[in-house]
């Protein structure tokens, strides 16, 4: 394992902000239609606004460039206007650890706030393998659901993180991985021998998407769009805890594939894992999975199981699964749970888990056994916390003192 500590020119904070003025607004984030109201406020005419909305969009997200000064197609005057009143600026990087097994986690610092107090900080997860690379991202800086099993459960919520800040994670992921065009990573070890190195993006990282909706939702439309980043919304996922009433605006809205963090099959033990269970319990949760939106067998829900020792690991466990799932296109993933500092459960042995999934099998669903990766670095799934915290408005007012 290495890790290093790092601090890239290309992401660090640029304009004003820097030299500890305020940070101009980002044009990271926004849809066409914003991104053509900025431009029109720069005095761009109606006319040429489509099109300089597409030369943007190019630069920004086939590209990957983080300077005006490259965009060549657009004229010298805007270029200048632009740098003036805007920034490209991405999440800056704290820490980069490589686990053993290649996967990559960003620690990222956000920019400063309006205080001028530096940003929150968020975790970010790659995860190569042989033909396909994973970006799990997060949603929110902490958590408000306090999942006992959860490692992110154990940091309050900060707060929620904006479209820029939720795209900006993917462009620094790419920036690292060298997935631009003309770009190559800084070190190729581990990664998978496609020329595309983020085939899936996860929406698994610190946070519940579903408590941030509208800036998820714009984010993934960016991310999905197939003239810049283009990832299918096939190949995109949010995890949700069971925020019911916004599942099926996920299916409608957003369209992406549903991951459930279930995790237990009984309400009394459910709501103690996943305590928004005794507000969403189970049978309301399932009845939004038979409604989501598009759901069938090509396009099936997944049930996250995380198993846990003498809790939720029982062959009746496994039977009542099963049973509750009944009627729903659905695959289920058994997820070995991963360790961190305090945590009051341990993993299921391993010949359980084959057990368990032998069931699952048995009645016609796929459960694959997420195979653990990033453990060394407390990159594994459940095991993402920054040190973030929120503070009191009378705490802020002594911190600037």
């Avoid at 704290?94 to 996967?103: F, I, L, N, P």
């Avoid at 408590?211 to 998820?216: G, I, S």
């Avoid at 991951?259 to 894992?273: C, F, G, K, N, P």
């Avoid at 995380?306 to 997820?335: F, T």
């Amino acid at each position: 394992m290495s890790e290093s500590a790092i601090t890239l020119a290309e992401t660090a904070p640029s304009g004003p902000a820097a030299n500890g003025g305020e940070r101009p607004p980002s044009l990271i984030g926004l849809g066409r239609e914003a991104l053509g109201a900025r431009l029109h406020g720069l005095g761009v005419p109606e006319r040429a606004l489509r099109m300089r909305v597409s030369q943007l969009w190019h630069w920004l997200y086939l590209r990957g460039r983080t300077d005006f000064a490259e965009m060549t197609n657009v004229s010298k005057d805007l270029r200048g206007r632009l740098a003036g009143a805007f920034t490209l600026a991405r999440p800056e990087i704290s820490a980069e650890q490589v686990s053993a097994d290649g996967t990559r986690k960003w620690l990222l610092r956000l920019a400063p706030g309006d205080d001028g107090r530096p940003g929150p900080e968020i975790e970010t997860v790659y995860i190569p393998e042989d033909a396909r690379g994973t970006l799990c991202i997060s949603s929110q800086v902490g958590c408000t659901l306090t999942c006992t099993f959860c490692h992110t459960g154990t940091q309050r919520l900060v707060r929620n993180l904006t479209a820029e800040e939720i795209v900006g994670q993917v462009l620094v992921a790419r920036d690292r991985l060298g997935e631009w065009p003309d770009a190559a990573p800084d070190d190729p070890t581990g990664l998978p021998a496609s020329e595309r190195k983020i085939t899936n993006i996860v929406l698994m990282g610190m946070g519940e998407p579903l408590y941030n909706f509208e800036n998820v939702k714009a984010a993934m439309e960016i991310a999905a769009d197939g003239e810049g980043l283009s990832v299918s919304k096939r190949r995109i996922t949010l995890s949700t805890s069971g925020i019911v009433p916004m599942i099926e605006r996920c299916g409608a809205e957003l369209g992406v594939m549903l991951a459930i963090s279930l995790h237990a099959v009984r309400d009394d033990l459910r709501d103690e894992l996943v305590p928004i269970n005794r507000k969403y319990p189970i049978a309301e949760l399932l009845e939004a999975c038979r409604t989501y939106p598009g759901v069938s067998n090509a396009r099936r829900i997944t049930f996250e199981y995380v198993m846990l020792k003498g809790v939720n690991d029982s062959i009746a466990d496994a039977k009542e699964l099963v049973r509750l799932l009944a009627g729903i296109p659905a695959k289920i993933n058994l997820i070995p749970f991963n360790p961190w500092p305090g945590a009051p459960y341990a993993c299921s042995d391993w010949e359980q888990i084959e057990r368990f999934a032998e069931i699952v099998n048995r009645a016609g669903y796929a459960s694959p056994v997420r195979t653990p990766r990033g453990r060394d670095i407390m990159a594994a799934c459940g095991q993402l916390k920054s040190a973030s915290v929120k503070l009191s408005a009378s705490a802020r007012r002594r911190a600037g003192a």
